[in-house]
């Protein structure tokens, strides 16, 4: 289970930058760059429990979406500046969620979203979290 | 209304071909490109009803996301063919949904996706869709 | 050699289509998409000479760029209509370039770059244009 | 002119975070996203001179790319650690070059690239860097 115990809400916050290309036409954050930044944020959830993403897929684990949702409450423009939290969801067998939300600078909530991923092995098979994952998580509860 | 009548299930169907750039380290589509195959066909789908999206632009109409979610039911692979469909949905007010679907050469349903969008004004506040977009769409059924 | 003797100006025409999540703030494509075009021609040129990119991929060759240049002569903005094309170039021992040239609906030239690559193996080191990939060039004349 | 006389080597350095979306799949980061670092550095230069982009495109001013250039000695892959640096050079009327180098996490000069731009108006038409552009850039050396 990739949920710490000893903390139920194990949030992770980062502030992401907009880039330049980021912006579309309408002078607003081209909606399929969210999923950047939560991908971002998800990766640095692992590290901050010591998983290299780098090095998780050389072991052939891979962590791709099956689902994901997202409400874009506020466009978000270019110079604005925004915190993403992230929070590991609900895992059960080969399956995890984050939710996430991402407020500017006004702390304003600006966007809510949330993915579902499988743990897949080589070929894109779903494999259970494996002992080698939870030898790795040393931080993180038994299942 | 943005829904003809007479053709209740107006879809579009589209074959996109994947780009090599959309490919990730894992060997598959990267998630966030699909959002980008869902707006070329909500714009080809306005240009068959004739209507240019640049031009719909240029006269301070948008089309923002405001929620959206999908389904990643198999990966897709560099060299898989697809067809995107695309539906338009309950429309009301300054709200439009659309429905996607993704199949892929062996005809998979690989992908399901809807987003909702609204209309609005160059100051991103909502509006009714206007007897202007009306007129320039003369095949759909009046509000 | 990858270049046809027959055909000495061995030029791939193809028309892409601008996408909506191309153009950046000021209206016009973002210029790192150009990038992307450009690879498209040069896997649609590959596939005409009957060799599939994945394929090639799949059996350990791969053609990173070493090298890339552009000028941009006028901004595309959505709605532009563009024929790109791409010409092979200067192959030798694991090098091989591409010159390409981008005009608009109007017969402009917008774009013209160019780029070289390295077959490389599946460490990255550069390796000779290899016998099985003249095997599966049957039109292209041998070194 | 942009260059400040007082420190002819303006040089800005950023570390930037590779993102695992940059990545394709020959497991290297895909050549197009480089543009979109020096972009960063860019924009982080004149905001390291006080000038918002985000405002000077809100007052009319441009500054898209007419021309670039780069070599790319070695691949870049997830997990890298990465400095880009950035000079501004050659300002002549409405023209100006940056130079562009990025070091790995191992100090190895991975890539080298420039860029030349246009200031141009509204329209695309290029203008001189105009008295506006010297007054919120105290800091830079008059023509």
Do not use: A, G, L
């Given at each position: 289970m990739l949920i710490n115990k000893d903390n139920p809400n194990d949030i992770y916050s980062t502030e992401i930058e907009i880039r330049y290309?980021?912006?579309?036409q309408m002078g607003?954050?081209?909606?399929?760059?969210y999923w950047n930044w939560f991908e971002i944020t998800r990766i640095k959830w692992l590290a901050q429990h010591g998983i290299s993403y780098q090095e998780l897929e050389n072991k052939g684990y891979f962590l791709p979406l099956i689902e994901a949702n997202i409400h874009y409450f506020k466009p978000l423009r270019f110079g604005d500046r925004i915190l993403v939290d992230s929070e590991p969801k609900r895992p059960r067998l080969s399956l995890i969620n984050f939710d996430y939300k991402i407020h500017n600078q006004h702390n304003d909530l600006v966007t809510s979203a949330s993915t579902s991923h499988a743990l897949v092995g080589a070929h894109h098979r779903p494999i259970r979290f494996p002992k080698f994952l939870s030898d790795i998580l040393p931080k993180l509860a038994p299942n």
């Open positions: 290309c980021e912006i579309d607003i954050v081209h909606h399929s760059n």
